[in-house]
């Protein structure tokens, strides 16, 4: 097999039914609840892919009845519903690419409870993520989760994509901090999947197979947040090296023993250019690979565990160690977290993979990034969660340059299958949606991929649920 990267697919028309399906949707909605203007369904149009399909029509539902509502009307119509939360997601996951009626849940944005006894929130999935964390942090909570896009990413995304983050290699993703969860299937019917507890075993755990399955088994309405204390204090470390090469060995050498790590995030020699031009941070310029390592804990413990990880670094050729004080701390998170953004403005096109492979393959994963880019002529930033394994390859092209996009598709398969080679996977937090489906078959066996879909039909037969994510044609 040997897929290309997702065409644009054709414009779906709308059913000669459907002004009826509209009709019946503002009646039990309410007008204020649907939108079906151009310029009104054109903001729903487009995700962070920068890829556009025009919805059909949109539902701004503001509670669990109106999901209901809108799934059983369209259910009955035959027609297609996309789940929507901040459109924030970077593989077309809420792209309407079959037509339909986008479902956006961004009006159900309340935190319904915070529990500090159980240590759990519970919230509607429009909650704004960086909204919650500044909730929880009076009573010395958080939910560690913490994808890049906090301050305008949905907790209803973050579960749709199972989102991480910098500080996955210590805490997990966001499937290990869910409890339960309230959802509705295509046809309206209403479910509920875990608790309150920490401990439950009575069933099939449903609530991490909803997790991370993109909308397309099921509408989430409220979900219950397991919470972690706030850190009694929190260091910032810097690291330069001369190479990639030695950067991916200082991971490697920070995760083979003893206590992980907050947060090890990688930034290449491109990636420090980006910051010494922006003037954010001051690194030397004969740095061309940097580290991010956060570590936490407690007043009495955090400089034992902070020279604990110095001491792993000891034997590598480390340009300088620096400790960034507390107000800087936030300043140096920000230069990381707008490397992303920057990017877009640097090329007319940046072309985002997020792949993840063994912490001990990262210096094999970079090299072989290196030849890719330097045999293909192809301009490759790299940066990401390293402590995970999990890195952003960034390409930065031309859609004008009919050189550079006739090696796009062959550049993405030879690192796709590096990244499979090396006993990796094609996403760590991203998701596949449409960027990604073509290439499903590399990573998940022939019996695997059957299972998938039958889950898939046992919760949507008819396949209206967020169609066309996913599975390959």
Same mark, same amino acid.
């Given at each position: 097999?040997?897929? &290309?990267?997702?065409? +644009? #697919?054709? @414009?779906?028309?709308?059913?000669?039914?459907?002004? $009826? =399906?509209?009709? %019946? /949707?503002?009646?039990?909605?309410?007008?204020?609840?649907?939108?079906?203007?151009?310029?009104?369904?054109?903001?729903?149009?487009?995700?962070?892919?920068?890829?556009?399909?025009?919805?059909?029509?949109?539902?701004?539902?503001?509670?669990?009845?109106?999901?209901?509502?809108?799934?059983?009307?369209?259910?009955?119509?035959?027609?297609?519903?996309?789940?929507?939360?901040?459109?924030?997601?970077?593989?077309?996951?809420?792209?309407?690419?079959?037509?339909?009626?986008?479902?956006?849940?961004?009006?159900?944005?309340?935190?319904?409870?915070? &529990?500090?006894?159980? +240590? #759990?929130? @519970?919230?509607?999935?429009?909650?704004?993520?960086? $909204? =919650?964390?500044? %909730? /929880?942090?009076?009573?010395?909570?958080?939910?560690?989760?913490?994808?890049?896009?906090?301050?305008?990413?949905?907790?209803?995304?973050?579960?749709?994509?199972?989102?991480?983050?910098?500080?996955?290699?210590?805490?997990?993703?966001?499937?290990?901090?869910?409890?339960?969860?309230?959802?509705?299937?295509?046809?309206?019917?209403?479910?509920?999947?875990?608790?309150?507890?920490?401990?439950?075993?009575?069933?099939?755990?449903?609530?991490?197979?909803?997790?991370?399955?993109?909308?397309?088994?099921?509408?989430?309405?409220?979900?219950?947040?397991?919470?972690?204390?706030?850190?009694?204090?929190?260091?910032?470390?810097?690291?330069?090296?001369?190479?990639?090469?030695?950067?991916?060995?200082?991971?490697?050498?920070?995760?083979?023993?003893?206590?992980?790590?907050?947060?090890?995030?990688?930034?290449?020699?491109?990636?420090?250019?980006?910051?010494?031009?922006?003037?954010?941070?001051?690194?030397?310029?004969?740095?061309?690979?940097?580290?991010?390592?956060?570590?936490?804990?407690?007043?009495?413990?955090?400089?034992?565990?902070?020279?604990?990880?110095?001491?792993?670094?000891?034997?590598?050729?480390?340009?300088?160690?620096?400790?960034?004080?507390?107000?800087?701390?936030?300043?140096?998170?920000?230069?990381?977290?707008?490397?992303?953004?920057?990017?877009?403005?640097?090329?007319?096109?940046?072309?985002?993979?997020?792949?993840?492979?063994?912490?001990?393959?990262?210096?094999?994963?970079?090299?072989?990034?290196?030849?890719?880019?330097?045999?293909?002529?192809?301009?490759?930033?790299?940066?990401?969660?390293?402590?995970?394994?999990?890195?952003?390859?960034?390409?930065?092209?031309?859609?004008?340059?009919?050189?550079?996009?006739?090696?796009?598709?062959?550049?993405?398969?030879?690192?796709?299958?590096?990244?499979?080679?090396?006993?990796?996977?094609?996403?760590?937090?991203?998701?596949?949606?449409?960027?990604?489906?073509?290439?499903?078959?590399?990573?998940?066996?022939?019996?695997?991929?059957?299972?998938?879909?039958?889950?898939?039909?046992?919760?949507?037969?008819?396949?209206?649920?967020?169609?066309?994510?996913?599975?390959?044609?």
């Amino acid at each position: 097999m040997n897929p &290309s990267p997702p065409s +644009r #697919l054709p @414009v779906a028309q709308c059913p000669d039914h459907f002004p $009826d =399906l509209l009709h %019946r /949707l503002a009646q039990a909605l309410g007008s204020a609840c649907l939108l079906s203007s151009a310029a009104e369904r054109e903001v729903y149009a487009w995700d962070n892919t920068g890829s556009r399909y025009l919805p059909w029509a949109v539902v701004l539902a503001e509670s669990r009845q109106q999901v209901e509502a809108t799934l059983r009307l369209c259910h009955e119509a035959a027609v297609p519903v996309i789940p929507r939360g901040a459109g924030t997601g970077n593989v077309g996951g809420a792209l309407a690419v079959q037509g339909g009626v986008v479902l956006s849940l961004q009006r159900m944005n309340r935190i319904l409870e915070v &529990s500090v006894e159980d +240590r #759990l929130a @519970v919230v509607e999935p429009g909650v704004v993520h960086a $909204d =919650l964390q500044a %909730r /929880l942090q009076p009573h010395g909570l958080l939910w560690p989760p913490d994808p890049s896009s906090s301050r305008s990413c949905s907790i209803g995304g973050n579960l749709a994509m199972c989102a991480a983050g910098a500080h996955a290699v210590r805490h997990g993703v966001t499937r290990d901090w869910v409890l339960g969860l309230e959802a509705v299937l295509a046809d309206g019917a209403v479910f509920r999947t875990g608790g309150r507890t920490t401990k439950g075993v009575v069933g099939y755990d449903l609530t991490r197979l909803l997790i991370g399955s993109e909308g397309t088994l099921a509408v989430v309405t409220q979900a219950t947040l397991k919470l972690a204390p706030l850190p009694e204090a929190r260091r910032l470390l810097r690291l330069l090296f001369p190479s990639v090469a030695e950067a991916t060995r200082g991971v490697c050498a920070l995760m083979a023993e003893g206590e992980s790590p907050d947060a090890i995030e990688f930034l290449d020699g491109s990636a420090l250019d980006l910051l010494r031009q922006s003037g954010s941070v001051s690194v030397p310029v004969e740095g061309r690979a940097l580290l991010l390592l956060e570590v936490s804990g407690s007043a009495a413990t955090i400089e034992r565990l902070t020279a604990d990880m110095v001491h792993r670094l000891a034997s590598l050729d480390c340009l300088e160690i620096v400790q960034a004080e507390a107000h800087e701390a936030a300043t140096v998170w920000a230069a990381r977290y707008a490397l992303s953004p920057t990017l877009k403005k640097l090329a007319p096109k940046r072309i985002n993979e997020d792949v993840v492979v063994p912490v001990s393959r990262l210096p094999e994963l970079m090299d072989g990034l290196a030849r890719i880019a330097q045999e293909k002529q192809i301009p490759i930033v790299n940066f990401g969660h390293a402590g995970n394994g999990n890195i952003h390859v960034n390409l930065l092209v031309d859609p004008d340059d009919a050189r550079q996009m006739a090696v796009v598709a062959p550049v993405l398969e030879r690192v796709f299958r590096l990244v499979l080679d090396l006993g990796g996977t094609l996403s760590g937090e991203h998701g596949v949606g449409i960027q990604k489906r073509p290439f499903l078959p590399w990573e998940v066996d022939a019996t695997a991929l059957m299972l998938q879909r039958r889950i898939k039909a046992a919760f949507d037969p008819q396949s209206l649920l967020n169609p066309g994510k996913i599975f390959p044609d």
